[in-house]
């Protein structure tokens, strides 16, 4: 019998097929097209860990707030964050490159944007960086940028070198948007994850744009909490039978079963807008968790609840917030993990949906208007001191 040996292509594209992926729906936005008129970076984060917090970091040249895993590298590795000059930056896992120069060292994505954090004030500065870095870089994803000259980009990245997309582009980004999910343009051809996915963020984002809402607040708050399919052309949002046939596959959703977190930053169009870049931020299961606003403060506070001391505890919003999506997934026993409860969640009476849009309609009416610390801080107080309680109170039932 002759023993074939596998190609370097077919090796990777096989480790791709049995490895559980981690996936992510991103896009990049120019401030040309905003409703705020500041560019917005989105991530709906797909991961095997469902647990995250927010995390401040003071060990780099600039002092920068981010999305961390909880129980695992969160000083080493940021998922999405932003820094004190309005550089932020995401990024979405690619699985079309590197198929034919793989190599053992890899997964130096969350590493490279906590340096980049760190590090760099603009786009200019984050591509330096990358040239700078030693070669294999380990890295096989899109990274959306945005900073406070109004630039906002993608770089799919693999091991060797970058491609710029640039959303202030018409060339590049005909609606002043640009949208990732997990293969590159630059990458192999139908290899990846995501295509529908990427279809359903397109019609989203084109509806939103078309109806003058491309906005960072309505992003965060129904465009990372879709239940749209666009292959279906179905809406489970919308559905009405969910009584008599309540689960559904999510699967294809860009809220899915494996959507651990979401963050929508909104950025600065200039530098002297210094200190107003918001992050909206999801630390759990978009469907079952608030989206939070978040600013960076001189005194580096946050809500307690979504922060921990230490990679050995949960955020107390996230550990809430991951239980109560246990009643949307009740199902455990083999796939039946990825079946959603839909009357779990869209009951009017007592559905999750109802809770989580009442807690968010508050979060919006206490959110300071404008960019006074105290009156921050005064509302982080109100998020640890009444909203959470509040919460509580109605997810434990």
């Known amino acids: 019998m002759k023993i074939k040996i596998l190609t ?6 096989l480790s791709i097929m049995l490895v559980p992926t981690m996936a992510c729906t991103t896009a990049v936005i120019s401030g040309k ?39 695992k590298d969160a000083n080493s590795m940021v998922w999405g964050g932003y820094n004190e000059y309005g550089f932020a930056i995401m990024n979405s896992a690619s699985y079309n ?21 760190q590090n760099c004030k603009s786009l200019k500065d984050f591509e330096k960086m990358l040239k700078k870095l ?17 630039g906002a980009a993608y770089y799919e990245t693999d091991n060797d070198h970058f491609v710029k997309f640039d959303a202030n582009n018409p060339m590049h980004a005909p609606n002043g948007y640009i949208i990732r999910t997990n293969y590159s343009y630059t990458g192999k051809k139908d290899i990846g994850y995501g295509f529908i996915r990427f279809e359903t963020a397109t019609e989203l984002l084109f509806d939103l744009d078309s109806k003058n809402r491309l906005d960072a607040e309505e992003i965060a708050t129904e465009t990372s909490r879709s239940l749209y399919h666009s292959l279906l052309k179905t809406d489970y949002a919308k559905y009405k039978d969910y009584n008599s046939a309540p689960f559904v596959n999510n699967g294809d959703l860009i ?9 929508t930053i909104e950025g600065i169009s200039s530098p002297e807008q210094k200190g107003e ?5 999801t630390i759990a299961f978009p469907l079952s968790t608030p989206a939070i606003p978040i600013r960076l403060t001189d005194d580096n506070k946050l ?4 922060i921990s001391p230490d990679q050995k505890t949960k955020a107390p919003l996230s550990d809430l917030c991951v239980k109560a999506k246990s009643r949307i997934y009740p199902i455990k026993r083999s796939s039946g993990y990825k079946y959603m409860n839909l009357n779990a969640y869209l009951n009017p009476q007592d559905g999750i949906k109802k809770v989580i849009d009442i807690e968010q309609e508050e979060i919006l009416k206490h959110m300071p208007k404008n960019k006074k610390q105290e009156d921050w801080i005064t509302f982080y107080n109100w998020i640890d001191n009444s909203l959470f309680i509040e919460l509580s109170n109605k997810l434990q039932k």
């Open 303 to 306: 809500p307690s609840c979504m």
């Open 134 to 150: 030693p070669k294999p870089w380990g890295l096989n994803a899109n990274f959306g940028v945005i900073d406070a000259n109004g």
């Open 277 to 281: 870049t918001t992050m909206w931020s």
């Open 8 to 13: 370097p292509i077919l090796t990777a594209i």
């Open 97 to 117: 490159t590197n198929l034919d120069k793989p190599t053992k060292f890899c997964d130096q994505e969350g590493i490279v944007m906590k340096k980049a954090l």
């Open 33 to 71: 097209y905003t409703k705020s008129g500041r560019p917005i970076i989105w991530k709906v984060r797909d991961t095997q860990s469902l647990y995250n917090k927010i995390q401040i970091f003071e060990d780099g040249k600039y002092r920068c707030v981010a999305l961390t895993n909880a129980l």
């Open 255 to 263: 809220c899915r079963h494996e959507t651990a977190s979401a963050i």
